[in-house]
Structure formats: C-alpha cells, structure tokens
C-alpha cells in the first residue's frame, strides 16, 4: 500500500523535525551559550520549516490520510489513480537527497531560502537544489 509508505516517510520526517526543533530550544535555554554556530542556526532553523512541511505533514495529510487511513475507514478501495501514486510516493526519497545537497550549497537565511536579490548572480547551488526539492516534495503529494 503507497498509503502507508506516506505514513512512513511522514514518521520519519516528523520525528527528524522534532530533533531540529529541540535543537533549536535547547539554543534558546541560555542566551550566552549557543550550542550552534549562527549560519549552522540559519541552517536548522530553515530545515525544520522544509523538513516538517514537505517531509511531515505533506506526505500524512494528503497521501497518508487520504490514500490509507480514510478509504480504510470507509471500507472503499484505496488508490483512485494508483499508477499516480505509486510515482509520486518515490519522489520523496530524492527529494530529500536534493534537500541534503541544499543544506551543503549554502541554503538558507533564517525563514527563507531565497537568493539574496541585491543582484542577479548569486554564489551556491544549494538555493537551486533546495528549490527542486521542494518540487519534487510538492508532486509526490499528488
């Protein structure tokens, strides 16, 4: 069932943004002890909004719930467009691999992920990989 491999990569993803997110309090506990470089901060703090967004509730809400749990309630077939879905679900393994190679490039400002607009070159490929990623998460959600 495609259904329960959302749940999966959704369980993943959720218990690896509730490790960002409990890095980032455990930075918050003295505010003379940081327990992360600040551009290592940028980094998770933007990790977690992808990894919890597109990682977490995505794959539950849309593909978990509405391909597994809901026909299962309802006692109906599962997969209306199984082909769809059984591609869609795999898109999230490379997606996160793409994210991975973002985090390396020099993603990531905070709450953004956007390139600096001050001009129209700007260093790094991880903006373009964390750009495809999220695609790539967004699709598989179909």
């Given at each position: 069932?495609?259904?329960?491999?959302?749940?999966?990569?959704?369980?993943?993803?959720?218990?690896?943004?509730?490790?960002?997110?409990?890095?980032?309090?455990?930075?918050?506990?003295?505010?003379?002890f940081n327990l992360v470089s600040p551009e290592v901060y940028n980094y998770?703090?933007?990790?977690?909004?992808?990894?919890?967004?597109?990682?977490?509730?995505m794959p539950v809400l849309i593909g978990g719930f509405g391909n597994y749990l809901l026909p299962l309630l309802l006692g109906i077939p599962d997969l209306n467009?199984?082909?769809?879905?059984?591609l869609s679900a795999w898109l999230l393994l490379p997606a996160c691999v793409c994210l991975s190679f973002g985090?390396?490039?020099?993603?990531?400002?905070?709450?953004?992920?956007?390139?600096?607009?001050?001009?129209?070159?700007?260093?790094?490929?991880g903006v373009d990989f964390l750009m495809f990623s999220l695609h790539l998460a967004g699709v598989s959600s179909l």
């Open positions: 069932r495609v259904g329960l491999i959302y749940m999966l990569i959704g369980l993943w993803g959720g218990f690896f943004g509730l490790f960002l997110s409990i890095l980032v309090r455990l930075n918050y506990l003295d505010p003379y998770v703090v933007t990790g977690h909004g992808v990894i919890m967004i597109f990682f977490f509730l467009l199984p082909r769809l879905n059984a985090l390396m490039g020099g993603m990531g400002v905070g709450w953004t992920f956007y390139p600096p607009l001050s001009s129209l070159d700007y260093s790094g490929w």
